[in-house]
């Protein structure tokens, strides 16, 4: 990649539907940060509740590792789809409709747990049906974002702390309610908070969204969304190197951590460390609403080294402690790129084809999670638990080498603020 082809794309920043006003909370952006804190709990609870609720009954950690890999595999493999569903039929309904899907899941899960998991097939169904309903989620989720705020970062930034607030909050309750009948509980709370995020994006109203040109085939909005996603060299420079990142480390840390954790210090401990995260993701996008790069990857790109502290802490065997200060560090380091990354896609991007583009974006950044986790199980019995977490934060830092060596991602500079414009 060379400098040159940071011109290989337009720039003109996405427009949105607000006029003058509030910048960040206008009636639209109340009512999607409402909507968005809702599904956001009950995402930060499930993976959590699930892992402590097997781990709880006696389950081996490969299972939990396979568990995440069916919650995450039909999200990759379905994120596509949703991105052209959205540009077709309108983000905000396809997410009403994953929200009800989620809902239907969380209520099933809950009933599975109450009765005891004796047939892992129907764990896996359920949270492949619940990745399912993430994949049609998720690209009307950054779309959304320009339509109802005129300052997309700080925007991001807020939606970032929302986040990190529901993960102090879901992996807490998730963990303190430990054992498998008790997860039942965070399952049917967590069908409760879909339900509300489906009521708020019912409520929300926008204005009309370009779609796709009438008798388009889903290959063909396929295709113009995969030309439009490689012209720009940023973006797929950024996804090749975020394969490395997730099969290698992200992937295979939540069952790792999991692993560790739960067996020395218990379930209510483990439960504590992600709460600790959700702290350091409150600091990483309170700096992300204040601090503004002009080049935002180079800027995300440092501070994503501290990511793998946690990963390193738990390869040391440090006490508790150390673990949450490495908690805090790898929350606000992850954080702060994340607000970076989503808000260059934003604003870079034109809005008629932001729902595609973000979806081959998101299937690219996540595709090789669930292969990191299903590895996890047979990588233990060679390796060892924590030397595989300090491979991850080798890695990690490698991936940000890669990031700040790369010409088009390092150079990419910040889209200046316009005045926003309705949509017709």
Known sequence: ???????????????????????????????????????????????????????AAGRPI???????????????????????????FTARRLMIAADLLNLTTRVLLALL?????????????????AG?????????????VPLVARDVQGANGVLRISEAVTALVGPALAGVLAGAAATGWVMVIAAVAYGVSALCLLALRLGRVPAPPEGDSLWRNLVVGWHEFRSRSWMWGVIVIWLFFSVLSV???????????????GPTVYGLLNCAFGAGTVLGGVAAIRIRPARPLAGGAVTLAAFPAYQFALALDLPVPPLVLAQLLSGAGLTFWAVMWATSVQTQVPGEVLNRIHAYEVA????????????????????????????????????VAALLLSPPIRGLRRVPAQAPVARS
């Open 251 to 265: 992937g295979p840390l939540l069952p790792l951590a999991a692993g560790v954790v739960v067996p020395q210090h």
């Open 113 to 129: 747990f109450f009765r005891g998991v004796d047939q892992l097939w129907q764990l896996y169904a359920q949270l492949s049906l």
């Open 364 to 399: 690219g950044s996540v595709c090789m999670v669930p292969l990191g986790a299903a590895l996890v199980g047979p990588a233990v019995g060679v390796f060892g638990e924590r030397e595989l977490l300090a491979a991850g934060g080798t890695v990690t830092l490698l991936v």
């Open 132 to 144: 399912t309903a993430a994949a049609m989620f998720q690209p009307g989720a950054a779309s959304t």
């Open 1 to 55: 990649m060379t400098a040159p082809e940071l011109q290989d794309a337009p720039t003109t920043p996405t427009p949105v539907t607000t006029g003058p006003g509030p910048a960040i909370w206008s009636t639209g952006f109340r009512l999607y940060f409402t909507a968005r804190s809702a599904g956001l709990l009950s995402d930060a609870m499930l993976p959590v509740a699930v892992s402590a609720g097997l781990l």
């Open 62 to 88: 490969g299972t939990v590792g396979y568990a995440m890999a069916f919650l995450l595999a039909p999200f990759v493999t379905l994120v596509l789809v949703g991105g052209v569903l959205a540009d077709r």
